[in-house]
């Protein structure tokens, strides 16, 4: 008896060692399986990217060349990864970008961009959403029976010449003692508030002060307003010395509520557009307040004399009040 379960048990101890074995290469099938799932996942997601990446780009440069949708149909041909295509990725095969030209009121509302033909005639074109598909070989998908990946991605376009919406903005400069030493960056080797005043003086080159082909100083309609302030606060009668050639010291005060004490403020400039004469002027208009301000032609500008700390939140208030206030004034606004 006693031999026949050491036999028994010596039996069970062999067929125990051959069903580790079967179960160590299952095992390691499926991590094999799984390591080479998440790679091609992987692999996957970066061809969708690209796919991506190059349809933005078709679409941008078929919108870019609207309303001629012949010729807008060239340039997405030329952007896409298609054979041929200046954003060809090697492992999408069988890449096909189809356009689709569109009038959508969402941007003729927004952007104000009417639908028209390319002879400028109304009933056309405003957008158009660019389709790409594609194929992508697998590197280990054969193992699961999936030889290839199809893909997909789409991007839509507004024609460009839509016109943009009119701005009030407030600028507000620190004229704090700090202001008056030395700027350590890179771009601007003068002191902090003349480069804070290079700062101005290139926003409001970029800005629009009249409204298309209007002169600003000619009774055009103001198109971008602009509002000048500093802090700590000055007296408000010699606001002026820092909008006057040659530019003088105005009289600072400790920070305070400018609706409790009218003889002091925060405003330099009050909202306007005459900082250059047209919106094709590529220099300031040196004899307007905001130009004078910010240093335009041979004035100096704001200067930084100092006065109390660096407070500046009663400032902020009164931007915001001034730009609510100019906001109701100005319909649409």
Request: with cysteine; hydrophobic share 40%.
């Amino acid at each position: 008896m006693k031999t026949f379960v050491r036999v028994f048990l010596s039996k069970i101890c062999k067929d125990e060692q051959g069903q580790s074995a079967i179960l160590m290469m299952v095992t390691l099938s499926a991590v094999l399986g799984l390591s080479g799932l998440s790679v091609e996942i992987g692999h996957g997601y970066f061809a969708y990217e690209k796919l991506v990446a190059s349809t933005n780009a078709a679409a941008l440069a078929g919108a870019a060349v609207m309303p001629n949708t012949v010729t807008a149909a060239t340039y997405i041909q030329r952007y896409s990864s298609a054979a041929g295509g200046l954003n060809v990725y090697p492992e999408l095969t069988n890449v096909v970008a189809t356009p689709t030209f569109l009038c959508l009121t969402t941007v003729t509302n927004s952007l104000k961009t009417p639908c028209v033909t390319s002879t400028g005639s109304a009933g056309g074109y405003n957008a158009v959403r660019v389709t790409q598909t594609a194929s992508l070989k697998t590197w280990f998908g054969g193992l699961f029976g999936v030889r290839t990946m199809s893909l997909s991605a789409t991007s839509t376009a507004s024609m460009r010449g839509g016109t943009a919406s009119p701005w009030n903005i407030a600028i507000i400069l620190d004229t704090t003692a700090s202001m008056a030493s030395r700027d350590s960056g890179v771009q601007c080797s003068g002191t902090q508030i003349s480069c804070a005043l290079l700062g101005v003086q290139a926003l409001l080159s970029d800005l629009y002060p009249c409204a298309m082909g209007a002169n600003c100083t000619s009774g055009g309609a103001a198109f971008d307003s602009v509002s000048l302030y500093v802090f700590p606060p000055i007296l408000a009668t010699t606001a002026t010395k820092d909008t006057t050639c040659p530019s003088g010291t105005p009289t600072h005060e400790y920070y305070m509520v400018p609706t409790l004490n009218s003889l002091w403020t925060y405003q330099v400039v009050n909202f306007s557009s005459n900082y250059r004469v047209s919106d094709t002027a590529s220099t300031l208009n040196a004899s307007s307040s905001l130009g004078i301000a910010s240093g335009a032609g041979s004035c100096a500008g704001i200067s930084a004399p100092g006065g109390a700390g660096t407070y500046y939140a009663e400032v902020i208030y009164q931007a915001q009040s001034d730009l609510l206030a100019k906001q109701a004034l100005v319909t649409g606004l």
